[in-house]
């Protein structure tokens, strides 16, 4: 190869390094930096002037190595390879020295900073001349995706995918499809009924050609990458056969044992051969094994003759396990909400008239435990308190942030109340009134408009007087102490993680930011991407939603999912492990190391004999360089992090400090 | 003279610290200027040279930062590194220097206050050792 | 006012800004249900919006304060409401500015080394015909505390401990007239100097005797210990955490029945401070023939009786009505002939709402180990 000639270039960002970082200095001092042959500084090197800059000098100064000091190489490194590419040298050839995350925005000492920001910068060249193009492959992609949760979130992504034309597998841990929103009454600021709109798309998804529908199912491994999944599918045994049961229901009344609805969060009973609900997608029974008398003892079987002609009862059914192949993957788990026995102050667990906002949903849904009646004790409430903020906004809980849907959620429940119990005295209890979205401060209007109280104070107690509540609360604009008495006392409890998100998590490598959901690939601009290609976020289990938000974050995860499969070639990683044969030894501690089983052992004839050589699959290789720690011969090295690069570094790193 | 500063050489894993590092940068939490930061993909390339080489040629300390455990981007790096790093602190300790001069950390991508804390800490523990004299690259 | 005081009042500030004024604090607050001028969240935003200095001068209702941290335990931002409280009650401490009765507290403490004015001579008077070691020939300490030393109702829970840690076979000691104040009200009450110089005193004298344990019969100062005395070392019990296991292991066992409807009021330093709510149920509910209650208001959710923060000696500065008065009434509502308590100053004042209430008839007040030394013959 050629005589090396290092260009380098250092960004201003502005005055975002600028201001803390003396880059005339620091040009003056790369140009004096073993193999430069150039060193430029300016002001915005990511615009398009400042990308042509490094081109024109590319083919100007016959340079074959860039360095560019600015950002992190986590938001630019792309961009800048691409320049190269473009200006015919090999994008691997590129290194970026970090001065701006890890250098001018923690820093305040210019001369220090500066000092610093030079011992990055010659770290960088000494790596940077050391660096090897290297090449990178494609592989074919399947053309096809895989929506965890069938939540409105995955029924969204899930249509959006299989209307372009790519098949879909939507995997849902429950019986049905329909998620949280199945379970609300109306929707604000709209007051939709929100059964209503959903079903209409929950039968798309069981209707559509392109959509594989596993319900009662949970994925139990992930191996593979980008384009290549491989997906193992756990099927629950229903004890019903999908294809076979009509949804009849004739079974139903023949079935002697009753268990806690857990569609209308246990409000009221069902049998333990059920449907979730009459719309639900698939239209196909389920029998519970914690309650049916013939699984749990081997008792029972009533229920299996009355569907003779059908013979869509098994109850010998047995879980099944199905891999499939997928390109993309899209997680749309959804959220808990908020146990609020965990403020004990609140009476929840202890009063059963104080209830979730959720549970309130089905009192007032028409398909609830009430028909639509909010009663309770089989009384309608004449006094009605809400309790905003339950379980966010709260360190107490460890759940620091805003939950974005309580405040609109308890303006529709006040608003229902009033509407069902015209002559009920309602009141709200707030902190702040969030009604950002679009229609939310008029629907908030609308509601305080029909005589509904709106008091300034986190409540701080609830207690019995009687046969009624006490609500205790500081009215922070009287400044004075309150007691309101009630007959229902509702939480608006806010969202929470999934309890079983870590198991999900591991599965798909998927890192959670600091309140516990899943973190996006950057919060700004890749908002629905994660830190793993070809895994994308959508709805609640990135961070609570409301519904408007959860549906356009699933198109755009959506869309996102496509670009794969319709580009059907991805680029696999260059930057793998790569075996010098020769100095091999044949020892196997890379192939016990490597998490993917990307290395093998193989006959290979050196010098004339045959002995056992490491051999790396390029394609299964992501690149974490165990191996090469791991290889007491230095044969294996990681391209682009070759222990000659890094001990490079560190010399550099040691000597500026003599 | 002026007070010691020392000379810290800190290898981050591509996906957790590296990440936690900009975004302590993008939150401007600041730091002392004692650390340089040389990105590895995961902490489970550190090999043990890394470190005596670092230290042998004028580090005053070593930092070695990845995902949490359980949390590593290529399943079980950290774990590698974590074992790796305890064989690390006998060995300082056999050669006669004080195995306070490495420190591993686990800092995720949400933690960029974290590591501004550990920086700092590192950054006191190894002022105390003061600069690290006995290990000049002619005995070994 | 002095420098160090104007220093103290200024910087208490910082760790307020956090505040978003939703009430919880004042809406939690037991002393506010009674008088109505104190206003936690208010005074914190008054704070927040002053320039500081004399701020503390102008507040005679911070002595209504009873320290019970309902205010700090639900704060949604972890703003510590008692803890300004006690800084700013530690600015009039060191100007001189406190009510007669707390100085009088302070003057004792310093004096005598107990905040009740009596001498130490009396300190064992309670062990008098028991044959009590000194710690000197034992390894478990016995820590008093001065309220169960020297008040004569009080005395009567010494004497059931001692009687029943005799009865486990457990080698404990006191350290007869040489015990001082632990000083957890002292440092409430704001004199942090005197509290520093009690703790030095306690460590060093403690450091004098092998100590495998302290048993503590005041959450008071179990509390201290347990959080304050951070270089104590020593590990350090509540007497109703030692007694389920000494159950367990059948070193206690109970031959008499106890007849009565007993309830439980959680001392607030030993459940909401230090999450001690079910050793001392587990205590009742283990005795033979007791038929244990609950009121509505427990654990978490417990109403602070107004004996902490050196409400002891000094009454709210404008007052309708006792807390005490309230829980006793919420313990006959619920049905409880016996309203027992694992604290001395909890059992002080709810007796006295009992007295004053001329309710003598209808409930009593008892430490736990008091009915745990009945069982036992």
């Not at chain 1, 396990?321 to 899209?330: L, Q, R």
């Not at chain 1, 394609?619 to 690069?645: H, M, N, P, R, W």
């Not at chain 3, 006793?328 to 709810?350: H, Q, R, S, Y």
Request: glycine share 6%.
């Amino acid at each position: 190869m050629s005589k090396t000639r290092v260009g380098v270039y250092i960004c201003h960002c502005g005055v975002n390094i600028k201001s803390t970082v003396d880059v005339t200095k620091l040009t003056e001092f790369a140009s004096k930096l073993p193999h430069v042959s150039v060193a430029k500084d300016y002001i915005y090197l990511c615009s398009d002037p400042g990308q042509e800059l490094i081109k024109n000098d590319i083919n100007e100064f016959n340079l074959n190595r860039i360095v560019v000091a600015a950002c992190s190489p986590r938001m630019h490194e792309p961009t800048f390879r691409k320049a190269l590419r473009s200006a015919g040298i090999n994008p691997y050839c590129l290194e970026i020295a970090n001065i701006r995350e890890h250098c001018s925005w923690v820093h305040e000492d210019i001369e220090k900073a500066t000092k610093k920001a030079e011992s990055i910068l010659a770290a960088t060249v000494a790596k940077a001349s050391l660096l090897e193009p290297l090449e990178e492959k494609e592989v074919d992609v399947i053309p096809t995706a895989l929506v965890l949760g069938g939540g409105i979130a995955g029924i969204q992504a899930a249509l959006d995918i299989a209307d372009t034309g790519f098949k879909v597998y939507l995997v849902e841990k429950d019986p049905s499809i329909g998620g949280h929103m199945m379970q609300l009454d109306k929707t604000f600021p709209t007051l939709d009924c929100s059964a209503c709109i959903l079903t209409p798309k929950m039968s798309d998804v069981g209707n559509h050609p392109n959509i594989e529908l596993l319900t009662y199912s949970e994925i139990t491994n992930v191996g593979g990458y980008v384009g290549n999944f491989k997906v193992t599918i756990k099927k629950k045994p229903r004890y019903i056969i999908e294809d076979k049961c009509n949804g009849c229901g004739n079974c139903i009344s023949y079935c002697p044992i009753e268990m806690p609805d857990p569609f209308n969060l246990n409000l009221s009973k069902t049998k333990c051969l059920y449907i979730p609900f009459p719309q639900a997608v698939p239209a196909c029974f389920v029998i519970d094994p914690d309650y049916c008398r013939y699984t749990l003892n081997r008792e029972c079987k009533q229920c299996e003759p009355v569907c003779k002609e059908l013979g869509a009862i098994d109850l010998k059914q047995k879980e099944q396990f199905i891999e499939v192949d997928v390109g993309t993957i899209i997680v749309a788990t959804g959220f808990d909400t908020f146990d609020p026995t965990l403020k004990p102050e609140l009476g929840y667990g202890l009063y059963p008239n104080v209830i979730t906002g959720l549970e309130f949903e089905r009192l007032s849904s028409a398909s609830g435990p009430t028909t639509g009646d909010v009663m309770i004790n089989g009384k309608k409430p004449k006094n009605v308190v809400f309790i905003h903020c339950v379980g966010s906004r709260d360190k107490t809980v460890g759940n620091e942030y805003c939950s974005r849907v309580c405040c609109m959620y308890t303006a529709k429940q006040a608003h229902l109340i009033k509407d069902k119990i015209p002559d009920a005295k309602v009141t709200v209890f707030y902190i702040d009134v969030r009604a950002f979205g679009k229609g939310f401060e008029e629907f908030y209007d609308r509601v305080k408009q029909e005589g509904i109280i709106y008091r300034r104070g986190n409540v701080a107690e609830v207690y019995k007087r009687g046969e009624k509540l006490v609500v205790k609360a500081e009215d922070t604009l009287l400044g004075q102490l309150v007691e309101v008495e009630t007959d229902l006392v509702v939480l608006a409890v806010g969202m929470v993680p999934r309890a079983d998100s870590n198991t999900v998590n591991n599965l798909l490598k998927l890192s959670q930011s600091s309140d516990k959901f899943l973190l996006e690939a950057h919060p700004k601009l890749r908002p629905v991407d994660t830190a793993s290609d070809g895994i994308f976020l959508a709805g609640c289990c990135q961070g609570p939603k409301d519904i408007p938000d959860t549906v356009a974050q699933a198109s755009a995860a959506a869309s996102k999912a496509c670009i794969p499969l319709s580009q059907g070639k991805v680029r696999t990683e260059a930057q793998v492990a790569q075996v010098n044969d020769l100095l091999c030894r044949g020892c196997g501690f890379c192939v016990e190391v490597c998490p993917y089983d990307a290395i093998e052992l193989k006959p290979t004839v050196i010098a004339g004999e045959t002995v056992d050589v490491a051999s790396v699959n390029e394609v299964l290789c992501k690149g974490c360089g165990a191996c090469v720690a791991a290889c007491l011969s230095g044969a294996i090295q990681q391209k682009s992090f070759t222990d000659e690069q890094l001990l490079s570094m560190i010399a550099s790193l040691g000597e500026s400090y003599e | 003279m002026s007070e010691f500063e020392p000379n810290i050489v800190a290898f981050l894993c591509n996906w957790c610290s590296y990440a936690g590092a900009d975004l302590t940068g993008t939150t401007r939490t600041h730091y002392p200027p004692t650390v340089k930061v040389i990105r590895v993909m995961c902490t489970g390339r550190v090999n043990p040279l890394f470190v005596l080489q670092a230290l042998r040629q004028g580090a005053d300390g070593v930092l070695i930062s990845g995902c949490h455990p359980g949390e590593c981007h290529y399943l079980k790096g950290n774990f590698l590194a974590r074992r790796r790093f305890l064989l690390m602190k006998n060995l300082l300790e056999y050669i006669g220097i004080n195995p306070s001069r490495i420190r591993m950390s686990w800092v995720s991508a949400s933690e960029g206050k974290k590591f501004a804390d550990v920086i700092t800490e590192v950054t006191e523990d190894i002022k105390k050792l003061g600069p690290l004299k006995s290990f000049k690259r002619e005995i070994l | 006012m002095s420098e160090e005081a104007e220093r103290l009042a200024y910087i208490l500030r910082d760790p307020l800004f956090p505040c978003i004024q939703c009430g919880k604090c004042t809406g939690s607050c037991p002393i506010s249900v009674i008088s109505p001028h104190f206003n936690i969240r208010k005074l914190l935003y008054e704070i927040l919006n002053s320039e500081g200095e004399d701020i503390a001068q102008k507040k005679e209702m911070l002595w209504d304060c009873s320290t019970c941290t309902t205010c700090v335990v639900r704060c949604p931002k972890e703003v510590d409401p008692a803890d300004l409280i006690i800084s700013m009650r530690s600015v009039l401490v060191e100007d001189g500015q406190v009510p007669p009765k707390i100085r009088d507290v302070l003057k004792s403490i310093s004096i005598r080394g107990n905040p009740w004015n009596i001498g130490q001579e009396k300190r064992s008077e309670w062990a008098e015909g028991l044959e009590i070691k000194s710690i000197a020939d034992a390894e478990i300490l016995y820590y008093v505390g001065c309220t169960v030393a020297f008040d004569p109702r009080l005395q009567k829970i010494a004497k059931a401990l001692a009687k029943t840690l005799a009865k486990a076979g457990i080698n404990f000691g006191t350290l007869g007239n040489d015990e001082v104040c632990c000083g957890n009200e002292i440092r409430r009450m704001g004199d942090i100097w005197s509290f520093d110089a009690l703790k030095e005193m306690n460590i060093e004298m403690f450091k004098q005797f092998p100590i495998k344990q302290i048993i503590t019969s005041s959450p008071h100062c179990y509390n201290t210990f347990k959080n304050e005395y951070t270089e104590l070392g020593i590990e350090v019990k509540h007497y109703t955490q030692i007694i389920p296991d000494l159950i367990k292991k059948k070193k206690l066992s109970f031959s008499k029945k106890f007849e009565k409807t007993v309830t439980y009021h959680d001392p607030c330093f030993l459940g909401r401070q230090n999450q001690i709510f079910d050793e001392p149920r587990d205590i009742l509910k283990s005795i033979p023939s007791l038929n244990f209650v609950e009121m509505d208001r427990t654990r978490e959710r417990a109403l602070c009786c107004e004996g902490g923060g050196g409400r002891m000696w000094i009454e709210a500065y404008e007052t309708m009505e006792r807390t005490a008065t309230i829980r006793v009434k919420e313990a006959l509502d619920c049905g409880a002939e016996i309203l027992a308590t694992a604290c001395p100053f909890c059992l002080l004042t709810l007796e006295d709402a009992v007295k004053s209430g001329e309710l003598e008839d209808k409930i009593q007040i008892l430490d736990i180990v008091e009915i745990v030394s009945q069982v036992i013959d």
